[in-house]
């Protein structure tokens, strides 16, 4: 395995990558420079040297502290002033050219933004390309939905001698937090509809995934009014805490573990005005039923449980399959499983790479252990093999509710089988599981996916009918149940999570009638606008 590894003067010149030292972070529209400590950045890829394989260090970002983030906060609170600030009392047509100008400037730091991504996640670079420009597709699909969302409140309503106007307005300061596995559009998904709604952000930068934001923090400053945009790095109980304790974040939007996001929600000492819009745990099951079509069966459990390594929260991570075709499966998917090309992030086809997690090989281990104590074992020949971040893709079969991989979300390239005989046992597992974000059916058999379909329907979000599980496309709901996830995310939704409907009303008088009509066509009030944007 150590021969996947490469010296530095191997690598391929267009994938070479200078060594990153940033000094600077941004707050209230400037990049602060940073004198203080920094955090020594290290890539999964490891270089073979005298004394083994080592993980490449890409550089350093600052490490910032309470203070800092204390300093960023109040930015953030100047620049909102209660809804009075440049950027939430600016039009929405306003706003939207801020962002439109923010993604030219993006689109500039494409191919360096892309080259972090494989170098500080191990992302491929089909999946790295593909992430960068879906990103891009989904801040112009959230503009397009502003616009439609604009546009049906730029009339007046009358109702029982009433007339009104309802709109939808900014929450005030939102504190991002998303996850390393897709450090882009993941945190994007809830930083943008945040933005272009009119709120101030506090952005924290993800655990791995950090230097890939360096090349944008300009895009940032440039594009928005100072204070509206804010950056945080360092130690997130150190310089989290504190800001949740002031009490002054109206939303936080995280995405990552439940246990992490109620302990933040705690901290804060009005619990009644913290919005909250998190993307939690997830342990998707898939269930093969013996009328499946195993062939399409294995080729999206594959892809569902192993793209990106596993590491996606919409990832299959727990596999049922009838006792009828357990050994036809298993043996196919074992095979398949066998064929993945694995490698560096840039190399052709690859389709395994190494684990961002220093520690997750050895937990994946522990899992492993622990599943071979209690009766299962590795089916594919190269399962269980590792070498420092690199974990070779491993089935474990048959795996039982005695184990840990039966209910512990994996996050990485292994694979549990489970073998059932009715379907009331994949259904009794999803009932007394703690998540419930999404489940796949395999099956052509109409009447049982009927049946399963309504048995899923209520315990999870989102049942997909012979195919994997996926986020996608970003128009359909993302969501979760139990501690999976608080409020939805997609194009639309994200929209009203981050706003709240409020309108001016007045009795239909004469007066009152004058009155709105001087203030809409005099353009005095952007709330109050009839304005059309195309």
């Not at 991002?176 to 272009?196: C, D, H, K, V």
Request: with cysteine; charged share 20%.
């Amino acid at each position: 395995m150590q021969s996947i590894f490469r010296t530095e003067d191997q690598f391929p010149e267009e994938y070479k990558l200078a060594r990153i030292d940033q000094r600077v972070y941004l707050l209230n529209g400037e990049c602060i420079e940073w004198e203080g400590p920094y955090t020594t950045i290290y890539s999964p890829v490891c270089i073979p040297g005298p004394d083994g394989l080592n993980r490449k260090i890409l550089g350093s970002v600052p490490r910032t502290s309470g203070k800092q983030s204390l300093e960023a906060l109040d930015a953030a609170v100047a620049a909102y002033n209660n809804g009075l600030g440049e950027w939430p009392s600016m039009s929405v047509e306003g706003r939207i050219k801020c962002m439109e100008h923010f993604v030219y400037l993006m689109l500039q730091q494409r191919n360096i933004v892309i080259k972090l991504l494989m170098w500080e996640i191990a992302k491929t670079l089909a999946d790295a390309t593909k992430e960068f420009d879906r990103t891009i597709e989904y801040i112009n699909a959230t503009i397009d939905a502003l616009k439609d969302t604009d546009r049906e409140s730029s009339r007046f309503r009358q109702e029982e001698g009433i007339i009104a106007q309802i709109r939808r307005t900014p929450l005030g300061v939102v504190l991002s937090m998303g996850p390393f596995n897709y450090p882009l559009n993941e945190i994007f998904t809830t930083l943008i509809p945040a933005l272009i709604m009119g709120n101030t952000v506090l952005f924290k930068m993800p655990k791995h995934g950090v230097l890939l934001y360096y090349p944008l923090l300009n895009a940032f400053k440039d594009a928005f009014p100072k204070g509206v945009v804010n950056t945080l790095y360092g130690n997130g109980a150190e310089i989290i805490t504190p800001i949740m304790e002031t009490g002054k974040v109206n939303v936080l939007a995280f995405i990552g573990s439940s246990k992490v996001a109620n302990g933040l929600k705690k901290l804060h000492p009005k619990v009644n005005r913290l919005r909250a819009v998190l993307s939690l745990d997830a342990k998707n099951a898939a269930v093969i039923t013996k009328h499946a079509d195993i062939e399409i069966a294995v080729s999206e459990c594959i892809l569902g449980a192993l793209s990106f390594n596993g590491q996606r929260c919409t990832a299959l991570k727990l596999l049922f399959v009838h006792r009828e075709v357990a050994d036809e499966f298993v043996e196919k998917l074992s095979k398949a499983i066998e064929a993945l090309p694995v490698g560096l992030p840039w190399e052709k086809d690859v389709r395994i790479t190494p684990l961002p997690e220093p520690s997750k090989p050895g937990y994946l281990r522990e899992c492993i252990v622990d599943a071979i104590s209690k009766g299962a074992r590795i089916v594919n020949e190269k399962g269980g093999l590792a070498e420092e971040s690199l974990v070779m893709p491993t089935l474990v079969y048959p795996v039982n509710e005695q184990m840990r991989l039966y209910h512990e979300e994996q996050f990485g390239p292994v694979v549990p089988v489970v073998i059932f005989d009715t379907i009331d046992e994949p259904v009794n597992y999803q009932e007394n599981a703690s998540h419930g974000m999404q489940v796949s059916i395999f099956s052509n058999d109409a009447g049982e996916v009927a049946t399963l379909i309504d048995s899923f329907v209520n315990l999870v979000s989102r049942v997909n009918i012979n195919c994997q599980a996926q986020r996608g496309p970003d128009i359909f709901p993302f969501t979760g149940r139990k501690d999976s996830a608080e409020g939805t995310l997609s194009v639309y939704d994200a929209l009203r999570s981050f706003s709240i409907r409020s309108l001016v009303a007045a009795k239909s008088t004469e007066t009152n009638k004058n009155i709105l009509n001087t203030i809409v066509h005099e353009h005095k009030s952007c709330f109050l606008s009839t304005d059309y944007i195309f």
